[in-house]
């Protein structure tokens, strides 16, 4: 298991080492690295860092380092870390002298001081750069004096000799019948979509994708599938694939179990092609069933698939992956589905756990209940997670300490003695897998805590702020960030959630968890890698430890240790402080290169989380918006004086969250290396003047932020929100046409008695006709105070560019500017007057949209249909008309997973002859939640017992659909959202 920590040390040190490289470049440009052979001094040194990032490049594709190794890799990250920071305390000294402003004595006595300070400086810095060369060089010569060659392949392939790999998945394939546990429904489910149908209808080849985060069981499952079924196929195999996988000797493999030929030594002398041509031709006229386990990447499936042939014989595949667009790329439309893990059930978990341990004992321990419990809590209903614990502890005396001692080796499972090897490889598979430049993103989860709800969009400007993102041709660092956040949902790594939205507006928010499993593996990798410092229950290190990332988890005292100077923070480049309040920051912070300070004190208890669609908090938010109900206050603490924040000079990313009484530094436009300023959690709305002079900051958030004007200077805005349109400057949208690159605006109107309501919306409107032709790609407007007709009709031309539009306002006329030319829209919430088919058909050939939530209050008099080919990439669907018939599926909306139906019953049964709305013909739809208003005495009611039957009737048909939920709406004058919202706060 060696080889899986130092990989991971050297991708972090890769990560290191590029954006020094980057800096020592930029400075090489600057004229004042002249002196006194600095610049000489520089190129040099830059020189050596390039030979030892290639070496360190070639070193992450080695096995088991030995401790010399390791101990030169550790010296190297930390001179490229004190690297960095000489060259940014360097630079920002020289580029931030201050200005003269007095008369002409003072002005020439200030010029003289500053080039004596700027010669010291030069000097100081030549002499930091020398000892740093000197340190780099000895490290070299070091490392060639003890004969170890970092890019030597050699020593890799040696001790992948002496210490063979053992593949994890072995177990899953040897395992008894009698200790499966849960794999009953699963495996029933696989083998009716295979091969329950009529083979009449289904002659053609069928692929299923199996998927999940490893250890979900995806083998296992496969397995068991496909002894059930093996014996109705002419030819089988069952053959893995892995990360980088050898197609000559898996398609020999492939030839071998299927009997094309039976000698190895024969098939050894063929090429790829003409073993894939022996294949094809032989299961030309065979009924085949394959099993293609562990599939990573496309480019492996293409060439394995083209061995294959669709023969009409009804042939199937399995394939199991844990990256979820390499499960959709397998299964086409026709003929392929994908089945996705789930969690093992409470009770299968806990039957899965005892049976490994105590076989066929009846009684299990009652003084080890309550452990029991714990640790099946941890494994959250992770097969592998429950075995692994599981096999350890059956060797181990049945002791509660015992038992504690291993729940607390999951945390640290890179302990040789723990038994949690195979737990260890199977997250690394998935770790060593990603690009080099993403695994710095992945190992900064480690900074928030168990269980943590992570917003994407603080975690992405997180990582902007950290240096882990490099620029892409044609994106945006924030683009570049979020493409790696959708990545870990892909490969399994996180597990997507729905969050309420922190700004006062209404549109539920991206976010994710760390499943405890991964994030164990995770810390353990920081720590040892020196990435991460995470205070919790531990006590603190060592004072002589460089500490480069702090995070501290609901811990008062030790936010009081670390700020009463007991650590050693001079080197300290984030600080992360969750769920601590009650205390104050220092006036004053010595912390000279800190680039991130987030604070997060409290949350909104209920009003933090939303179930996983998002909708039903949608509702209950805009309800009691509307009502003038906002979520409960919660009591502040007064955290950070204004003037401490000044002090930290370098900072690039600064954050409030949960509630926090702040008061922004009025000179807050001191911090010029600023990109995110994060006011969501802080009770802050008049921001101050000059904050316009932050000239690098991407990201402004908060709730009813008032601008100051000018604020059309900030030239590097991207994401601006939300604003108090009716309490900004009248013209507060001349200066937001200026913000070129702005990319996401929120815009609020509430609570307002101004008379210019409408300037204020015109100004809006106009520089929302210019964003739109640059950079914009998505706005929010929540306007509680009406009058928002004017967004309508007037936005021309078109914002073809967009990609996310959210109106909250009484119910309009449809927009005439949403036509097919807005090709990149992919999220719609609009609140429309009257929908009339010719709507519904220009937002069904919308070619990206993914999300739409509409709320109508009327429809047109013969209702509303979605045809055959309409929303071809929908996948969440809301259409709410409590008080009209709703509409009706014909077809369309093959991807569609998520739907909420709000209609009226009577209304549908006049408008369209019947309540079957046409549900049945949504194959892949996972979820589904009707609201249904009627007249009705109660669940007994004989006439609502009708209207479930006929709905459950379609449901039946739907073999995808997991989770159902029908209410009724029985009060008969109580309309619209607001009446469901009051149902469910009930």
């Not at 640790?375 to 592998?384: A, R």
């Not at 030790?558 to 104050?584: D, E, P, Q």
Request: glycine share 6%.
């Amino acid at each position: 298991m060696g080889g899986v920590g130092e990989k991971i040390m050297v991708s972090a040190l890769t990560g290191v080492m590029s954006p020094v490289l980057g800096k020592l470049t930029s400075l090489i440009e600057k004229k004042y690295t002249e002196l006194k052979n600095v610049r000489k001094k520089l190129e040099q040194l830059r020189n050596e860092l390039r030979a030892i990032n290639l070496a360190l490049e070639k070193y992450a594709t080695m096995e088991s380092p030995d401790v010399q190794v390791k101990a030169w890799m550790a010296e190297m990250r930390e001179l490229a870390y004190d690297l960095e920071d000489s060259i940014d305390l360097f630079t920002h000294h020289v580029d931030h002298e201050p200005a003269d402003t007095t008369g002409v004595k003072s002005f020439f006595r200030k010029k003289i001081r500053k080039l004596k300070r700027l010669h010291y400086r030069h000097k100081f810095f030549a002499e930091e750069i020398k000892e740093l060369h000197v340190l780099v060089n000895q490290a070299c010569e070091r490392r060639k004096r003890y004969e170890f060659e970092v890019g030597n392949s050699s020593i890799s392939h040696e001790i992948s000799i002496s210490h063979p790999e053992i593949d994890p998945r072995l177990q899953a394939l040897y395992v008894e019948v009698e200790k499966l546990v849960g794999i009953e429904k699963p495996s029933q489910e696989v083998i009716s979509r295979l091969v329950g149908e009529n083979p009449e209808q289904r002659r053609s080849r069928r692929v299923v994708s199996i998927v999940g985060p490893g250890g979900s069981g995806k083998t296992t499952l496969a397995k068991q599938v496909y002894e059930k079924i093996k014996d109705q196929f002419s030819c089988v195999a069952f053959v893995s694939v892995s990360q980088k996988p050898n197609m000559s000797n898996l398609l020999r493999e492939l030839q071998y179990q299927i009997g094309v030929s039976r000698s190895m030594a024969t098939m050894r002398s063929c090429s790829d092609q003409l073993l894939i041509d022996q294949l094809r031709s032989y299961l030309e006229n065979q009924r085949y069933l394959v099993v293609i386990d562990d599939v990573w990447t496309q480019l492996a499936w293409d060439t394995i698939q083209c061995a294959l042939p669709r023969n009409g014989h009804t042939s199937r595949i399995i394939m199991t992956t844990r990256i979820n667009s390499v499960g959709q790329f397998c299964c086409t439309s026709d003929e392929g589905f994908v089945y996705e893990m789930k969690p093992l059930s409470r009770n299968d978990s806990e039957n899965l756990f005892v049976k490994r341990i105590f076989c066929c004992e009846d009684k299990f321990p009652v003084q080890l209940e309550g452990i029991k419990n714990e640790i099946l809590e941890k494994c959250d209903g992770l097969p592998l997670a429950i075995v692994t614990l599981a096999s350890l502890l059956a060797t181990k005396p049945r002791t509660k300490e015992e038992w504690e001692r291993a729940l607390n080796a999951i945390s640290c499972m890179n302990e040789k003695d723990s038994g949690l090897e195979v737990m260890d490889k199977i997250l690394s598979l998935s770790y060593n897998e990603l690009p080099h430049d993403m695994r710095n993103c992945l190992l900064h989860l480690s900074t928030f805590p168990e269980d943590h709800e992570i917003y994407k969009d603080i975690l992405v400007w997180r990582w902007v702020a950290e240096g882990f993102i490099t620029e892409k041709q044609g994106y945006t660092l924030q683009q570049v960030g979020e493409s790696y956040f959708y990545e870990f949902i892909n490969r399994n790594l996180i597990q997507p959630i729905t969050l309420v939205p922190r700004y006062g507006m209404c549109a539920v928010e991206e976010g994710c968890r760390v499943h405890d499993i991964i994030l164990n593996f995770l810390i353990s990798r920081s720590a040892e890698e020196n990435f991460v410092t995470v205070l919790d229950s531990q006590g603190l290190p060592s004072s002589d430890r460089r500490v480069r990332r702090l995070s501290v988890w609901s811990n008062p005292m030790h936010v009081v240790a670390v700020f009463r100077g007991t650590m050693n923070l001079s080197h300290l480049r984030s600080i992360n402080i969750c769920n601590v309040g009650g205390w104050t920051m220092p006036r004053v912070l010595d912390l000279p290169v800190l680039r991130v300070l987030d604070l997060d004190l409290e949350e909104y208890g209920d009003w933090s989380t939303v179930d996983r669609d998002g909708t039903l908090s949608l509702f209950l938010l805009r309800f009691s918006r509307k009502n003038g109900v906002m979520p409960p206050a919660q009591t502040g603490y007064r955290i950070v004086d204004p003037d401490c924040i000044l002090s930290l000079f370098h900072l690039r990313y600064l954050r409030f969250g949960g509630e926090s009484d702040v008061m922004l530094p009025a000179q807050i436009g001191s911090l010029q290396y600023l990109q995110t300023l994060d006011l969501s959690g802080a009770k802050v709305t008049q921001l101050p003047e000059s904050i316009v002079q932050l000239k690098r900051l991407m990201c402004l958030v908060g709730y009813q932020l008032i601008m100051p004007d000018g604020f059309g200077n900030m030239e590097s805005l991207q994401e601006l929100g939300n604003l108090d349109g009716c309490n900004c400057s009248v013209s507060f949208g001349e200066d937001l046409a200026l913000l070129s690159k702005l990319r996401v605006l929120r815009v609020t109107f509430m609570w307002s008695s101004t008379s210019d309501l409408r300037t204020r919306k015109e100004s809006l409107l106009s520089s929302l006709c210019k964003l739109g032709q640059n950079s914009l790609r998505c706005v929010h407007v929540y306007d509680n105070v009406g009058g928002g007709d004017c967004f309508v009709d007037s936005w021309c031309p078109s914002p073809c560019r967009l990609q996310k539009f959210i109106h909250i306002s009484k119910h309009l006329r449809f927009p005439k500017w949403i036509s097919s030319c807005l090709s990149d829209l992919t999220y719609l919430d609009i609140l429309v007057q009257k929908m009339e088919m010719e709507h519904l058909s220009i937002l069904g050939d919308l070619p990206a949209i993914r999300f739409l939530y509409l709320d109508v209050k009327q429809v047109t008099s013969d209702g509303l249909v979605i045809s055959h080919g309409a929303f071809p990439s929908l996948t969440c669907f809301q259409f709410y008309n409590i008080d009209g018939p709703g509409l009706v599926f014909e077809g369309g909306m093959r991807m569609l997973e998520w739907l909420r139906l709000g209609f009226d019953a009577d209304k549908a049964q006049a408008t369209y002859g019947t309540l079957e709305v046409g549900i049945g013909h949504l194959s892949s739809i996972k979820r589904i939640g009707l609201t249904v208003r009627m007249v009705s005495k109660g669940e007994n009611d004989p006439v609502e017992k009708a209207v479930k039957s006929v709905i459950n009737g379609q449901i039946k048909m739907l073999l995808n659909c997991t989770t159902v939920g029908i209410g009724f709406s029985r009060r008969s004058r109580l309309a619209g959202r607001e009446r469901h919202a009051e149902e469910a706060i009930g």
